[in-house]
């Protein structure tokens, strides 16, 4: 009799399983990439030009179709989060956020901090996204960025995804995570983020957006860029260059070694920021009478890149300080967890210190190497 | 209650952590980082230490009248109509506590896992799972939390490898800057995390060695403060005390912040939330056992099985009185710490104080 309950007991979990939630991988659109934008077209109601990219899953398996690789939809709605919701009237399958990358953000709508401040809340409520999400500013509009034809990789969210990733042109432009700059926000209230920038067949990243207030305001180019990166110790491969005795002498920085230093005299802040960097000479000039293999060429040389470095990032942080009053160096932060009690009685008035701060800059050069000539 | 069922020391210590650690432990970063900012470690380490003098309560209890639980030499101490009032706080206390408990879990699965499915299926599901481990013995239930000891820790170790390559240790920094106020705040808040330990009012009753019992108590409650040690310190340097303190259940959030190569193999959720179901199972059992137990005490029968499957619907019926989420954590964790108070510290008191002036009488 009891062997006989089996039967029913292995009927039932067979048949009287089940799940409400589930949508098979191939019911699904992942999105890979989503851009925003001010809308700017009248007959259209509703603020943002939402602009998603997602791979076309079936060309992916058959590999060389000449169908279209990605697809890209539009749509205008009232909020950022509205859009998935509206393109459902669009499209077979509902869209899929979990393994989405890049958010590309339109000039125009991230100088309006209030909309910013309202989407990121969004995003870092919503359980269904990665909080590691990159975030790129684009020069004009997201969907010129999104919408550009591209070769190498299927998807332009992957292919965005792997340029922000590689780190040989690192220091050109600065990978910015959601989280990592929700935490520069929350700290000193400005960010930094990778500006894309759209051409006609392609586009490129170079440079930063500053921002702060969650609002855009400036930008900065690469080579600035890669000085900043080098104060936060962000530069893998980056080259510098100097003149000697009338030649140009490149040098690659393979290692950088930042320390920030505060002090307290009188009344004034003092910041020092010591870099410290290591590399090798990549090029000077072919002749018979030349050699690197000297000590007063390397010391020469160094000396010269130190001032340069010195001299370009003393001009950079000016910027900071007076034009656009932003604490991208990440000094609020520093002081904050290093120097709690300096960071008690400032952190009101931050806005307001940071301009006067006194920030020194000593970099420490170094030739290792000079590769295979001398 | 069989007569032989014996609860080994080792067991004891497995029972006493994963009953401390359930549905508290998500929320637990994140209110004591409010409390106390970046040293809210400070608050985790004494509130573990605050919970000890109770456990020894407890144990002083059991020492003396070996062999009985709690809620049956109560009866003897401060006489049947007395305790009749206490077993009735402390069913309440369950109740309410396992309500609170499920709720939470069926909002977590709901915004992680099941959006769609219904909030009272995924309750009601949990629930009965849990009552079948409920009827069982406490010898079962204690086997059950050394089986899913090692699960947890495993997975714990996991997601403290997983979260390494993205965590920043200087958000750590200032690591113990906080006022006497803030400490206070902090520890309060902290006490009740180790709601759950109070399975050892009945647990004790059966150990075998009684010699060992106080030691392996505390090194559970040992344990548990290191496992909140870890991801309180795991959170804090993921998130930064900003981010930190505006998470819900930042132990889940973690794993949005955790980025491995690859396009697909990412967002490993699924792994820390298998387990967290298994911490929230090994807390709600014991304590619907305890429940079960204590009306078999009330109407003096000898099983407690039948029992629990009467509360199941009072405990679904509790769980679905709060009308949000935010009404969970406000009003019902209210009611938990106020009845906490009485059931893991006034009430064990107030025994000890009888019982001790009752000997003193005596002799």
Known sequence: MKKLLIIPIVLITLFFTGCWDVVEINERIFVTAVGLDLNKDPNLEGEYLLTYVYPNVGNIKDGTSQKESKFIKMTVVQTPF?????????????????????????????????????FFDGVGRDPRMNRKIKIVVAEGNAEDVLSTKTEEE??????????????????RFTNQTFSNMMKEFDFSNASMAPRAVPKKEEFKLSGAAVLKDYKLVGWLGEVENSLIALTKGEVVSEIFTTTYKDTLVSYVITDTFPKKVVNVDKEDINVDINIYTEGYIQEYKYQTDTSTFDEEFLKTVEKRLEKNIERQLKEIIAKLQKDYKADVLGIGEHICKFEPKLWKEVKDDWENVFPNLNININAKVKVRRTGLTR | ?????????????????????????????????????????????????AILPFVYIMNKLAEMYRGKIFYDYGKDIVGNTVFKIF???????????????????GEVIKVFLLENTPLEVIMFTMLLTTSYIARSSIEGISRMALVILPILAITTLVFVLVSLPTLDFTNLLPIARVSLKDIYHG???VFFSYIGFEIILIALAYIEDSGKALKSSFLGIFYTTLIYLISFFVTLSQFGIHELKKQIWPSLSIMREIDLPGFFIENIDGLLMAAWVLAVFTTMGPMMYTGGVILSSLFNTKKHDFFVLAIVPIIYAIATIPESLTEIYTNMDLIVRYLSIFTLALGPMILLIVSLLKRGEKT
Do not use: C
Request: avoid cysteine; hydrophobic fraction near 50%.
């Open chain 1, 82 to 118: 509205q859009g998935s919701r509206q393109l459902m009237t669009r499209l077979d399958k509902p869209l899929y956020f979990k393994h989405m990358k890049v958010i590309v953000i339109g000039e125009e709508l991230f100088k309006d901090s209030g909309k910013m401040k309202e």
């Open chain 2, 1 to 49: 209650m069989e007569k032989n069922d014996r609860v080994s020391n080792i067991q004891l210590q497995a029972l006493i952590i994963t009953s401390n650690i359930g549905a508290g432990i998500l929320a637990l970063p994140s209110s004591v980082a409010n409390a106390m900012d970046n040293a809210g470690w400070i608050g985790i380490v004494l509130g573990g230490l």
């Open chain 2, 187 to 189: 520890t309060k808040i």
């Open chain 1, 154 to 171: 299927l998807v332009i969210g992957g292919y965005l995804n792997s340029m922000l990733q590689s780190h040989k042109a690192a220091a």
């Open chain 2, 87 to 105: 077993s009735l706080i402390y069913l309440g206390y369950f109740l309410i506590v396992i309500a609170l408990v499920v709720r939470i879990f």
